[in-house]
């Protein structure tokens, strides 16, 4: 069974200054100093993906593990660590610095169907719901439209049943769904348990990671004057605000007394 894992690269968006986050002319902000990282949801996907190959020992099926990203150069390091992670095949859809895709979900959905109907058949499409960056929560049921496959959303764990077949435990509506289903299919993911990617030892990254990485080069001026169908009129950063109780007292000790009486006795009693 061949499952493709499809992610995106990220910057930390945590270590971007406050007074930084300003929106030039083409209403983008300055990210270029922060550290990038796997999108969370995308890298808890590709993290269910190893351990259900690693339970396919038991099973009669062979999980054939592909990883595809639309980025840049520098994103490459991301694929040689899954390739030391026992990854079969990585591919890159190249994307230049000036390409604005991070409200597109349906360049992103058509890239991907592209790869799988035109190149490289898959039989499982795993990717994370959204990224920090676009949280469209689009790709993925726009990916399965464009496929023609069924689409299961909030994908907390996958499970080896047979070469046509997968148990996948997913979350709908605060309860738990555990279903047997057929492939094709694409899983997005959600709040997965195990949301970590493991880290490959020093001898899997030197023997593994120099595979070569395929490359695609998209007609990007024709997918943007097809796609475009949203334009990015502002941008700024949401306010966020703790709600917060000011303590009055002349003293620390009347401040803690306080904090005790309003506050924590309450909490005590009932323990």
């Known amino acids: ?5 499809c992610f995106k690269i990220v910057p930390d968006l945590d270590l971007i200054a406050e007074e930084d986050w300003i929106a030039d002319g083409q209403l983008q902000v300055d990210t270029s100093y922060a550290k990038l990282s796997w999108n969370c949801f995308d890298e808890g ?3 269910m993906m190893l351990k259900l190959s690693d339970l396919s020992e038991g099973f009669d099926v062979v999980y054939e593990l592909n ?4 980025g840049r150069q520098r994103h490459e390091s991301f694929l ?20 604005d895709i991070r409200f597109c979900p349906e360049i992103i959905a058509e ?26 929560m689009k ?21 080896p049943v047979d070469e046509g077949h997968l148990k996948v435990t997913s979350e709908e509506d605060g309860r738990t769904a555990v279903q047997v289903v057929g ?9 997965a348990p195990s949301s970590y990617l493991r880290v490959p030892t020093l001898k899997d990254k030197m023997k593994l990671g120099k595979k070569p990485i395929e490359h695609i080069v998209p007609d990007w001026e024709q997918l943007l004057e097809k796609e475009q169908n949203v334009e990015l009129t502002e941008l700024a950063a949401v306010e966020e605000r703790r709600d917060a109780v000011l303590i009055e007292g002349g003293t ?20």
Not at 67 to 70: D, S
Not at 125 to 136: A, H, K, L, R, T
Not at 139 to 159: D, H, K, Q, R, S
């Open 183 to 191: 492939v094709p299919c694409v899983l997005a993911v959600g709040n």
């Open 80 to 99: 040689k660590t899954l390739y030391a992670l026992k990854f079969e095949h990585a591919v890159r859809v190249e994307a230049e610095e000036d390409q």
């Open 252 to 271: 620390p000790e009347e401040k803690a007394r306080e904090l005790y009486e309003s506050y924590l006795k309450g909490r005590l009693e009932k323990i």
């Open 67 to 70: 990883a595809l990203t639309v």
């Open 139 to 159: 790709t993925p049921l726009l990916l399965a439209e464009a496929l023609g496959w069924p689409c299961i959303t909030e994908v907390t764990a996958l499970e």
């Open 45 to 47: 996907a590709l993290e």
């Open 1 to 5: 069974m061949k499952i493709l894992g």
């Open 111 to 136: 890239l991907v169907a592209g790869y799988i109907a035109g190149t490289s058949p898959q039989d499982v499409v795993v990717m994370g719901m959204q990224s920090s960056e676009g949280c469209n």
